[in-house]
């Protein structure tokens, strides 16, 4: 069994490009998890009181465009695919050749999480960061 080269939140050792890109294309599942992380609205923060900036996306989150030609849509995240590291929102569409309306990929630092469904694990995940102070 190979093991990874691993420090602080799955990234790789190296300070070279090349070697950065590759790390990303052969990540383990476990690591790509990270890596589809998204910004925390402020009003979130506040509402969890927490000091953690990103989390991973879940289906069903509430999201906002934050780069494109599309800036400022709300949606909910249908999918997410740790195989390309993409994620899909709702109401986010591209026609392809044939004019088929499709799903558009956006990448996870393009979007903001509005609001999103905190289960018990999750909010202990949160929490874990440390909590604002009063």
């Known amino acids: ?9 799955g990234m790789s050792n190296s300070t070279k490009p ?3 890109r590759k790390f990303r ?17 402020k009003e979130l923060r506040a509402k969890l009181a927490t000091l953690r900036r990103s989390v991973p996306v879940h289906k069903g989150d509430k999201v906002k465009l934050m780069r494109g030609e ?8 249908v999918e997410v695919k740790l195989a390309t590291l993409k994620v899909y929102v709702e109401g986010l569409t591209q026609r392809n050749a044939k004019g088929v309306e499709k799903l558009m990929p956006v990448d996870p630092s393009n979007l903001l999480l509005m609001d ?3 289960s018990k ?10 909590k604002k102070k009063q």
């Open 18 to 20: 090349r070697s950065q």
């Open 25 to 41: 294309y052969e990540a383990p599942l476990h690591l790509r998890r990270k890596m589809v992380a998204v910004h925390v609205s």
């Open 70 to 77: 599309r800036k400022g849509l709300v949606g909910k995240v």
């Open 121 to 130: 694990d999750r909010l202990a995940m949160v929490q874990r960061s440390g």
């Open 1 to 9: 069994m190979q093991r990874c080269k691993v420090i602080h939140m």
């Open 116 to 118: 999103g469904e905190f």
